[in-house]
């Protein structure tokens, strides 16, 4: 069946780099688009990006000087770097499949 | 960007009861709206699609309507397990925006 599981750092320093892993099963990279999606306590969900089966990307434009997406179809992973980091970027970000499956998230915290 | 207003934000039900959470988009956008269910510390589960389409594997107390700029979800008999937060999509116009979510308690 299809699963997607994020990985990362639950712990990150202002101004560092966050680097995120979405590791999939079930489909092929090439033929479903993988969303990151992020939600910061107590608020709402918001779009951060995509990769589309193509390969090609697309990024909120509020985040997109500090963001970049990339995957390695061998390995089943999407890969999410965002620099730059502020307590603003504290949320749980998860990674989706065509909008139809998630996976559980991945709470990451800015702070020193 | 296209503005998704969710209501309600909190909503107390008893087992049995109809339930309905509305989102109201500031464009149309057809029937491009998805709902979800979402539990703590869970992946967000997709209930419906398209509006009104049933997910597969999805109980059939639930359900969608509407199109253009009003949708509404519906649970046709209120179960313990539904307890959740719930929350819309639209993905009509890029960026694709949510609903700020429902959050369902039982009472």
């Not at chain 2, 057809?30 to 997910?55: C, D, F, H, M, V």
């Not at chain 2, 969608?64 to 700029?69: L, Y």
């Amino acid at each position: 069946q299809v699963q997607l599981k994020e990985s990362g750092p639950g712990l990150v320093q202002p101004s560092q780099t966050l680097s995120l892993t979405c590791t999939v099963s079930g489909f092929s990279l090439t033929s479903n688009s993988v969303h990151w999606v992020r939600q910061p306590p107590g608020k709402g969900l918001e779009w951060v990006g995509a990769i589309w089966s193509g390969g090609s990307t697309d990024y909120n434009s509020a985040l997109k000087s500090r963001l970049s997406i990339s995957r390695d179809t061998s390995k089943s992973q999407v890969f999410l770097k965002m620099n730059s980091l502020q307590t603003e970027d504290t949320a749980i970000y998860f990674c989706t499949s065509n909008w139809d499956y998630w996976g559980q998230g991945v709470m990451v915290t800015v702070s020193s | 960007d296209i503005q998704v207003t969710q209501s309600p934000s909190f909503l107390s039900a008893s087992v049995g009861d109809r339930v309905t959470i509305n989102c109201k988009t500031s464009q149309n956008i057809n029937r491009y709206l998805n709902w979800y269910r979402q539990k703590l510390g869970e992946a967000p589960k997709l209930l419906i699609y398209g509006a009104n389409s049933l997910q597969t594997g999805i109980p059939s107390r639930f359900s969608g309507s509407g199109s253009g700029t009003d949708f509404t979800l519906t649970i046709s008999s209120l179960q313990p397990e539904d307890v959740a937060t719930y929350f819309c999509l639209q993905h009509d116009s890029w960026p694709n925006t949510f609903g700020a979510g429902t959050k369902l308690e039982l009472k």
